[in-house]
């Protein structure tokens, strides 16, 4: 069954419309842009509910120390946790504790 849509006739800047143009659906991609930002302000609103204001400051000052953990974390390490990670995934899917082949 297909969901109820409606055509809207939009103006965008050069550089969106270049974007877009490169996008084999996009009307798709339009959608999946606005949901994901629905998806932030939710979050935002559900954490101002909670009495957590998130700032462009707060916002700045995270992204600073993800980067600071990215540029300390060598690929290899990202690639271990990633591992670690999939085995513990295995390990609940399937039961089994042994280590896969690699």
Known sequence: ?????RKLSISVPPDV???LEREPNASAYLVEAARALM???????ELAHKGIQVTEDGVARARAARAAVDAAWPPERYQAVRERVRHAVDTEVTGSS???AA
């Open 98 to 100: 042994q280590v896969p």
């Open 1 to 5: 069954m297909t969901r109820p849509v």
């Open 17 to 19: 419309a270049e974007r």
């Open 39 to 45: 998806r932030r302000e939710a979050l935002t609103a």
